[in-house]
């Protein structure tokens, strides 16, 4: 398969209208989309990505006219959250209406909702004229691509289009809320802050991760955002011993000399930077990353989210 690679909102969206698959860039990572209420569309996601099929989808939608296609019902928390971070970085975990099909949702009766706020995604979202369910538009398990090059590296050949829209701007993936219950819960920390989040509702609380029990939301149960050399992760650059064939990325600049340093003004730099250094890294062959921890507060919560998931074997 040859993949078309434009700058064309209605091109890609025609792909999504006749069936197909296409990447497009939102304001998190790049997304692979397909018609999500389609499921025959949507298991070409599954096959392309390499994806297994218990592990859900987020549904990307251009204006909240699309929720009652998806939505059965809107708690008040889902409510609150739509009105203060739609459209942006936040999905919300609602149950589903019966038009959603089974492999959008890993055969639950919920369904993940985000609108995003990139000017590019929202113009192919109104064009493809249909929610749209995106994973990430990456080989399962790899780095989530914040460039069309990283999805052109990862799917190249094995998807039909990839619309090209710049470096994705926060560079995590959406924060993602679940709204079913009577206390919301955080199944996935991400761009919103959980800061933000309690100044909206003080009662939500972040899940206790339970691998053996069917999971809501993306990023939860299989080993995620991984390059293919080892994450270590560092309270400081001073406790690697030999750094000469590995690589480090973290707040505080490092004394020795690694192959590749990356040093992050801040949490939300250290985020958005992440997943371009650990394709870096593995395109010239690096076989171990340090990475060093930041404080669990404001986006560092979803920075070392990704960072424990990257280094679990």
């Not at 939505?71 to 936040?90: K, N, V, W």
């Not at 309270?235 to 990356?262: C, H, Q, W």
């Amino acid at each position: 398969m040859k993949t078309r690679i434009t700058r064309s909102e209605r091109i890609a969206a025609g792909y999504i209208r006749k069936g197909d698959i296409a990447a497009f860039p939102t304001e998190t990572v790049y997304g692979l989309g397909a018609d999500a209420l389609s499921d025959r569309a949507v298991r070409k996601i599954f096959r392309a990505k390499g994806r297994p099929h218990d592990n859900p989808l987020i549904v990307h939608i251009a204006a909240r006219d699309q929720l009652s296609l998806l939505a059965s019902s809107l708690p008040r928390a889902a409510r609150l959250l739509i009105d203060r971070f739609f459209p942006g970085p936040l999905t919300v975990i609602v149950r589903k209406t019966k038009s959603v099909p089974a492999a959008v949702t890993a055969g639950l009766p919920t369904v993940a909702i985000r609108m995003p706020d990139h000017p590019v995604a929202r113009k192919f979202l109104k064009l493809c004229g249909r929610p749209v369910a995106a994973p990430s538009a990456n080989r399962s398990g790899h780095p989530s691509p914040t460039t069309w090059h990283a999805v052109e590296t990862d799917l190249g050949g094995r998807i039909p289009c990839i619309l090209r829209g710049g470096r994705s701007r926060v560079g995590l993936e959406s924060t993602v809320v679940d709204c079913t219950a009577a206390r919301p819960v955080i199944l996935r920390t991400g761009a919103i802050p959980v800061e933000q989040l309690r100044k909206m509702i003080p009662s939500i609380r972040i899940h206790t991760e339970n691998r053996s029990r069917r999971v809501k939301s993306p990023g939860m149960k299989y080993r995620h955002y991984a390059p293919a050399a080892d994450v270590v992760i560092v309270r400081s650059p001073g406790e690697v011993r030999d750094p000469r064939n590995a690589a480090y990325i973290g707040i505080d600049r490092p004394r020795m000399k690694f192959r590749r340093t990356l040093v992050c003004r801040s949490s939300a730099s250290y985020g958005h930077r992440l997943y371009a250094f650990f394709r870096l890294c593995d395109r010239e062959g690096i076989p171990v990353i340090y990475c060093q921890q930041v404080a669990s507060k404001g986006l560092g919560t979803a920075v070392m989210d990704r960072l424990r998931r990257a280094a679990h074997r």
